[in-house]
């Protein structure tokens, strides 16, 4: 009899824990770790995200900018945050691009994520002032030949700069890379003169493009955009295979729950079919992706190598 009692009292305890634990997200709020500053892209859709994930999930969803080091600093604090799923991170395609441009890290931009939701899709523009000789990318190749011109980006390393030299490579031309830390710069000193082009994303200067200020010779996307149809797509100007489309999105540490990042991309999903969500998503010129998690980790392995190349053959230093 005695001995049946602390057989019973002992599976008791065993079983507390388990019952003890929370389903998740029940037992805490997320954190939702943004590697780059309040303000830009990036940064807005996530917040947007973590607003309505607050809903979805029924747990609060709390974003905390970590910027610094090319974002290098709040990935690597994701990469190493327990696998429980109560750290998020807003992962861009960045992740890929850092993993060939940083070699020395302590953690693999790529091996140590869980892709969840590839959210947005952002399509780049390659955008001259409207008085430019050049009517067409195929114009504008042509005077760059003619005479030295300047090309500006959002920063070294940037999709946009790599995009910019795989194209160079393949037209063989040479223009001059002015880097900026931020697109807001390169896009003034463009309208300004400064510039004879700029490459960026397409939500830095649709508005531009609409009103005549600027004019796009081509988006880098597989097809038109809805925000600037007139523009044609990279295949459409000698350049079919070549498209590079970035994206922000939410990606895990390795290891998390399967059902977990399920759940995730299912709520995504469904948030970006709501008007509210889709009409900024839209005003912001970009495009919803909602790819399955497994497309987006093997969009995330093929730019790692595909930028890997551009990234050796250019020679290009991170600053």
Do not use: C
């Amino acid at each position: 009899m005695l001995r049946r009692s602390f057989l019973a009292l002992g599976a008791a305890a065993l079983a507390r824990p388990a019952l003890a634990q929370a389903p998740w997200p029940a037992e805490r709020s997320i954190r939702y770790i943004v590697p780059v500053a309040a303000g830009g892209s990036q940064d807005i859709v996530a917040r947007l995200f973590a607003r309505h994930l607050t809903t979805a999930l029924g747990q609060n969803v709390v974003v905390e900018n970590m910027p610094g080091a090319g974002s290098n600093i709040g990935y690597e604090h994701a990469a190493k945050a327990k696998p429980d799923g109560y750290t998020l991170l807003a992962g861009s395609d960045s992740l890929p691009i850092n993993k060939a441009l940083f070699p020395k890290l302590g953690f693999d931009p790529v091996a140590d994520f869980a892709p969840v939701a590839q959210g947005v899709r952002v399509p780049q523009i390659f955008v001259v002032r409207a008085d430019s000789p050049a009517r067409s990318f195929e114009e504008f190749v042509a005077l760059t030949r003619r005479q030295p011109v300047a090309v500006g980006t959002p920063g070294n390393g940037s999709l946009a700069h790599l995009l910019g030299e795989q194209i160079q490579s393949a037209v063989e031309v040479r223009w001059t890379h002015a880097p900026y830390r931020g697109g807001a710069l390169a896009v003034n000193d463009l309208l300004g003169g400064s510039l004879q082009g700029v490459l960026i994303n397409i939500g830095a200067v649709a508005d531009h493009v609409k009103v005549g200020r600027l004019r796009g010779l081509f988006v880098s996307s597989a097809a038109r955009t809805r925000a600037l149809p007139d523009v044609p797509a990279l295949g459409e100007v000698g350049f079919r295979g070549a498209e590079a489309v970035g994206w922000h999105g939410i990606v895990a540490p390795k290891g998390v729950d399967p059902a977990i990042v399920t759940r995730i991309h299912a709520a995504i999903g469904g948030i970006l079919k709501q008007p509210e969500v889709a009409e900024r998503v839209a005003a912001l010129g970009l495009e919803p992706a909602d790819a399955p998690p497994e497309a987006l980790g093997a969009l995330i392995r093929a730019d790692a190598a595909r930028w890997a190349e551009v990234v050796r053959r250019a020679r290009i230093q991170p600053d």
